[in-house]
């Protein structure tokens, strides 16, 4: 896991003190080393900053030349199929390292750009072809690894962290009032806008084609889920999950330094610690438990790691553990308003002080119909009850709108938008505020299909992900998704959701292949989110504390009888969202 920049300046030459700056910006994301790329015409620059897994040794660095010293790439990520790929390169292409680098870079000699469709893994690169005058940049199917880009004045400047790409001090800030409208609607800036005008993320499974001589671009998605209702028996379904999922775990746990777990006590987490146990590994493993809370998650790791015999370590949070909502403002350069952004902070921070990745769980709820909102949703659509089939009846004609009113966590349509914005602002709010729901419901399929593929595309890819990738590398520490193997999503996906979805029990095809591993405390405990006690955001007087003279309201933005109003209330989730944006807004703006 890794930082990278570039830039791209068609007329001029390039500063070798701009790439370094973007570059050094990242250092968090790579303390190992880094290093710049300027070509000789001084037009095309790269940067790098490492976190080493494979190849500990100089020739590991990057950026990183191919046999022709023609193509350059900056890589970040990991290729979870790169020694079965070597393999198959090695007739054709010299490798001088043991990196999984350069094995894209062999790929990209045989194959192309095509290269991206026989990678296995998470991963943001770019490609400096100049024998071709082409640059490709890319971004993993799931959007695990964060890649955002600019265009302007015929420069073009990326980045896998904004805050890089404002390093260079060549584009200027100016807020998307758009974006900032999305957020309090999504709790997050849907790809491919971001909270800055101009800057744009690229999507989650494309990759771009830039013409170094005009800087067109051109955007192509190069994978979707495959989805269909294909009918196995159960024995056939659960011995090919458990034979995919194995085999991902163990590619995820190849490197050449120790890699642990986060462990939780539920379903997910424990499944990959049985797994590796399985494959011969002992992880340290690694937990959050929240104080005064009879549900902290803390005892439940411990049961597991105890019956595993694994070694695990805690972290507890409390009430006063919200104060690092400063600290977030600085590692989520844009604003996310995840309420686990804390604890993911707190306990990457304690896994980075033993190890330097770790696996995560990220993934089998979408993959296996995890979400209380999907079990919903399959009940209404499969009623056995009178309730169920009065759910039916209200949301038959509109999947999307219960969607949104699953994600909301503080309910903002566009009355509500204009309640809460500044006048000046109305003109930016979207007519329809669920667009990028929208945009991703798949009509082709079934209304449950569409659910789970919404969940991958936008809570997920979009919140989830960007959590963890942001709080962990905050850390320095790398965080492997096992669940997030595409060929896993491909199986699962292809088959008919009655045969995965059943009514007695969630996650049916991960709880068969690990029913004889775990404790039964494990097996039959109810899901539970990765928040902590309501209790600890709950606090008025500290939200009024932090909200006093806000900048929102400042810079014309929020209403402070909207904000006023909120307090009248016990608690509203909307102060959640408030605070992160006025946070975000004190650091940035």
């Known amino acids: 896991m890794c930082g990278i920049t570039g830039y791209i300046d068609i007329h001029n030459r390039i500063s070798p003190s701009v790439i370094q700056q973007m570059t050094d910006t990242l250092m968090h994301r790579g303390p190992d080393g880094g290093d710049t790329y300027i070509s000789e ?45 070597k393999k198959e390169l090695s007739d054709s292409y010299e490798f001088k390292t043991s990196t999984d680098t350069e094995v894209i870079l062999a790929g ?11 990678l296995k893994g998470m991963f943001a690169f770019a490609l400096l072809d100049e024998e071709k005058q082409q640059l490709y940049f890319v971004r993993d199917r799931f959007g695990i690894k ?11 400047l990326f980045a896998s962290e904004l805050k890089a790409i404002h ?12 974006s900032f409208a999305d957020y309090f609607v999504y709790r997050y800036i849907p790809s491919p806008k971001t909270i800055w005008k101009h800057i744009h993320k690229l999507p989650p499974a494309h990759y771009a084609t830039v013409d170094l001589q005009t800087l067109n671009c051109k955007l192509v998605e190069y994978w979707t889920i495959p989805v269909d209702n294909q009918q196995q028996s159960d024995q056939q379904m659960i011995e090919q999950v458990g034979s995919i999922l194995q085999e991902s775990v163990r590619q995820h746990m190849y490197a050449d330094v120790p890699v642990g777990s986060f462990l939780s006590g539920g379903y997910d987490s424990s499944t990959l610690v049985a797994y590796m146990d399985q494959l011969g590994q002992k992880p340290a493993t690694f937990s959050i438990g929240f104080s005064k809370w009879e549900k902290s998650e803390d005892h439940f790791a411990k049961i597991v790691a105890n019956h595993l015999n694994v070694p695990n370590e805690s972290v507890v949070a409390d009430e006063t553990s919200l104060r690092l909502v400063d600290r977030m403002a600085v590692v989520y350069d844009e604003p996310i308003a995840d ?17 330097k990745a770790v696996l995560s769980g990220e993934g089998a709820d979408e993959l296996f119909g995890g979400y209380t909102w999907q079990h919903d949703f399959f009940n209404q659509q499969y009623p056995s009850s009178v309730l169920d089939k009065l759910k039916r009846k209200l949301f038959k004609n509109d999947p999307v709108n219960y969607y949104a009113n699953a994600m909301a966590m503080g309910w903002f349509d566009r009355e ?14 979207p007519e329809d505020v669920h667009w990028f729901y929208r945009k991703h419901f798949k009509k082709e399929v079934s209304p449950l299909k ?20 942001r709080a962990s590398m905050a850390n320095s520490l790398e965080v492997r998704v096992p669940f997030l193997d595409h060929e896993l999503f491909e199986y699962v996906f292809k088959l008919d959701e009655k045969t995965y979805f059943r009514k007695d029990q969630t996650k049916y095809l991960l709880y068969k292949n690990i029913e004889q591993q775990l404790p039964k405390e494990i097996l039959e405990r109810k899901k539970q989110g990765f928040v902590g006690p309501d209790a600890y955001y709950m606090d008025l007087n500290w939200y009024k504390d932090q909200l006093k003279n806000s900048r929102l309201v400042e810079l014309k933005l929020i209403k402070q009888s909207y904000i006023d109003d909120l307090y009248k209330e016990s608690y509203n989730w909307k102060l959640w969202k408030l605070l992160i944006m006025e946070k975000w807004v004190q650091q940035w703006v």
């Not at 900053?49 to 890589?75: A, Y």
């Not at 964060?146 to 420069?155: A, G, I, K, S, T």
């Open 41 to 85: 015409n001084g037009h095309y620059a790269l940067g790098h900053r490492r976190l080493s897994f494979l190849d500990l040794s100089e020739q590991g660095k990057q950026p990183m030349k191919d046999n022709s010293e023609k193509v350059i790439i900056t890589f970040n990520g990991e290729i979870y199929n790169f020694p079965e790929l």
């Open 108 to 118: 990209y000699r045989k194959w192309g750009i095509d290269v991206v469709n026989h």
């Open 146 to 156: 964060p890649l955002y880009y600019v265009f302007q004045n015929d420069q073009l």
């Open 167 to 178: 390093a260079a001090n060549i584009i200027q800030k100016e807020m998307d009032f758009s």
């Open 339 to 355: 309420i686990s952004i804390v604890p993911t902070y707190m306990v990457s921070q304690l896994a980075r002080s033993r190890v």
């Open 416 to 429: 509500e938008l204009k309640k809460m914005l500044h006048p000046d602002l109305h003109q930016y709010i």
């Open 450 to 469: 569409s659910i789970q593929y919404m969940d991958v595309k936008c809570f997920m890819g979009e919140l989830v992900l960007t959590k963890i990738d």
